[in-house]
């Protein structure tokens, strides 16, 4: 990484980039620090997580192809991240392809689970890839996740009254424990074996 | 495009690209002539389309990530392309780039669709992006679609029963005309507008 790049920082919660068409001044980014969370927006205000971008991950592709953004692209955390130049050089663009590549297959999991699993199946898959972000910590009494009910219904494409049922079911269940928008992940390797399974039906 | 690149061929049905991790011989492929489809399969059977690749189109791009493949790449029609070098030119690789975010671009909205659509809508926006390959044929009566029942439930993440119900409604309602493994999209404004709403509930 060259030092003269230019470095941005944004709080939780910030904007990062909003939808629309790219103009000429438009940017694909690489994170450096924290998180940021692509989410859809309907006209009721539900939001739906597309995709979540982890240090060394980058998003704003669409500059380079010219593609309408239909997301917003936000700070969960605190979050740094640096513009890639108009002409990137090679090596960037073998690092940019296989991370695009990456998240394409994200997303194609995402499909599937959308497609073919029961919302209790897709929570624990949520779940633990949230364990995977920044919004995780290892305390005392173990894996511990910040997240609120309608961040858990953007991340599985649900509603929040849903989400409320589901996580209670996982609670008397024993796979985690819930509290004050904090989740403790009890039982990783039952929620391993539900992320994995598709539930009853279809 | 340079004449001495190989080209490969692959006649309708046949399978261009199986699941599992890419070997040091894999390329990513450029589709020059036809309709790839990438499709996961489940344990028991059940086909979903994640992704049509038509021509200028790439695909098996964890070649360059490195990341497991979890689809199928068929052969849809008559397909021919050509492998892109271990080393891609940097034009090469900008157009490689643009192509995944355009892909990218849209399994967001298939997840969005999967989300928050009715599979009735869901239904009209896959046979209006059907209509955009070579599958579909402008005729006397109209734009006409080669498409099974089984293909449709692949495409919208259902299974064949219910696709044949949604189908049966479209038919009743005036928007396609149905038989034979063949549709004919009667009323395209109206299948738009289908894919552009919610359908009722969530």
Partial sequence: MTQTRETLSFKPGEVILYPGVPGPRDRVYRVLEGLVRLEAVDEEGNALTLRLVRPGG?????????TERTYFAEAVTEVAVEALPKEPRPEELLDLVAHLAQA???SYRRIERLATQRLKNRMAAALLELAETPLAREEEEGLVLRATHDELAAAVGSVRETVTKVIGELVREGYIRSGYGKILLKDVKGLKELAQSRGEGR
Same sequence: chains 1, 2.
């Avoid at 980058?58 to 010219?66: D, Q, R, V």
């Fill in 58 to 66: 980058y998003f704003g592709e669409e500059a380079l192809s010219g």
């Fill in 104 to 106: 394409l297959s994200e």
